[in-house]
């Protein structure tokens, strides 16, 4: 068909209407102070989100923002990036401005099911029963960005490629290089790898690093943290209050003077207070919507703040809610037991998800369970004054 070029000029205005809204603008949040759960349903200059166009930009907003305040800049993709595949042992080569770096995930196939098969991302590896059919891809997270100390800082394999004052900690650091695997596995039909079908896992300090994978990186299909604890499903904010009500519980304070998780633009925030941060793990959790996030949490230990997370993942569940998907996202809160250690008693509900995400199976996803003594509810008064809207 011939379309003349008048007519086309007359549509341009338009066009320029249906291509892109534009998203508001991030206001000055230097004297930002907020003792509850931030509305993720509120821009920050205001202006509700109504529409899926506007959770969007509300999404880039609070990437903004997290990355700006507490995780440090997940870079974009590396210049180039080699390839190559061998028995079980993926290794990946990211060049930029001149430095390369190399590292090798390995793929533990599953002795069911057919390829390709749907697979599991272990930071560090997984701490979650293999399930059946899914391949166990192990990334050695500790070799792309360490996490010892604060000595860790700017140490590993990330930070010979982008400098070791990239402003990256730790986990954005190995965000950054599941990024990179996915590419690999999408390039490499040999590695037998179903990648509309990848999810990730990590337990404790690892299961911190799972959820903000999880919330950066869009294909994964399914996000598994388990017994994350602070910097990874807990609220800061919920954080301090338990701890202050003599509970010893990690905080932001704490995590700054313990490890490089973070990047060091959070220590302004955990020095003084964490109410100045514009977000809350409730958004991390939040940008997973509406993909599979089950929440694995432990009520036994006190460190890792069942319910500082328990509090922030119900919040986060509202997204969830907003897009009607709320079975999409789980939290399973099991009575204490060893850390890391999966109890059994949580082996149906995670082979829901997995049947669900992995194998496009339905299954009952819709769970929210804690073996703590807490209750918490979306609206609250005293976490979580905002209302659900029903995304249109
Ligand atoms: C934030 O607001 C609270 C309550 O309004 C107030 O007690 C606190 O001092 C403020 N904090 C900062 C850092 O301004
Ligand atoms: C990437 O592969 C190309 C083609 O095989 C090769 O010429 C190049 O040297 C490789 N680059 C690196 C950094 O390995
Ligand atoms: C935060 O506090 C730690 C420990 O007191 C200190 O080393 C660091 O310089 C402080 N950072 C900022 C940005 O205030
Ligand atoms: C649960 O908490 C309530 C209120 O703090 C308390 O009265 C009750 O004894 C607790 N129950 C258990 C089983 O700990």
Not at 36 to 59: I, M, S, Y
Not at 138 to 151: C, I, K, R, S, V
Request: glycine fraction near 8%; hydrophobic fraction near 45%.
């Amino acid at each position: 068909m011939f379309i003349s070029s008048s007519y086309l000029l007359a549509l341009l205005p338009l066009l320029a209407v249906v291509k892109a809204q534009a998203c508001p603008t991030i206001p000055d949040l230097s004297s930002y102070n907020n003792t509850v759960l931030p509305d993720p349903f509120t821009f920050l200059n205001g202006q509700k989100v109504a529409t899926f166009a506007d959770w969007e930009c509300r999404k880039k907003e609070m990437s903004i923002l997290l990355q700006q305040d507490e995780l440090g800049i997940i870079p974009p993709r590396p210049e180039s990036m080699n390839v190559s595949f061998s028995g079980t042992t993926l290794t990946i080569t990211a060049t930029h401005a001149g430095k390369s770096i190399t590292f090798a995930p390995t793929i533990k196939y599953p002795t069911t099911g057919t390829a390709p098969f749907p697979a599991l991302i272990g930071m560090g590896g997984i701490s979650i029963p293999s399930p059946a059919g899914v391949a166990i891809i192990t990334f050695n997270n500790e070799q792309m960005a360490q996490q010892d100390t604060l000595a860790s800082r700017g140490l590993g394999l990330f930070f010979n490629l982008y400098g070791a004052d990239a402003s990256a900690g730790a986990m954005s650091a190995w965000a950054w290089a599941v990024t990179l695997i996915m590419d690999a596995l999408e390039q490499t039909p040999a590695a037998r790898i179903n990648t509309a079908r990848v999810g990730v896992s990590g337990c404790s300090r690892n299961g911190k690093g799972a959820l903000v994978a999880g919330a950066f990186e869009p294909r994964l299909v399914l996000t598994i943290p388990q017994e994350s604890g602070s910097g990874g499903t807990d609220s800061w904010r919920i954080s301090d209050f338990i701890l202050s009500t003599g509970v010893l519980t990690q905080t932001a304070s704490e995590i700054v003077q313990e490890n490089v998780w973070l990047g060091s633009s959070f220590d302004q925030f955990a020095n003084t207070s964490v109410d100045r941060l514009p977000f809350d793990h409730h958004s991390l959790g939040a940008l997973v919507a509406p993909r599979g996030l089950f929440v694995i949490d432990n009520v036994g230990i006190d460190w890792l703040g069942p319910f500082p997370s328990f509090g922030a993942m119900v919040s986060a569940r509202a997204a969830w809610t907003a897009m009607g998907v709320t079975d999409a996202m789980g939290i399973s809160q099991a009575a204490s037991h060893d850390h890391c250690a999966f109890p059994s008693t949580q082996q149906p509900q995670l082979n829901a998800f997995i049947n669900k995400f992995l194998f496009d199976q339905a299954t009952d996803t819709d769970i929210v369970e804690t073996a703590g003594n807490y209750t918490f509810e979306v609206p609250n008064a005293q976490w979580a004054p905002w209302s659900v809207p029903t995304l249109v």
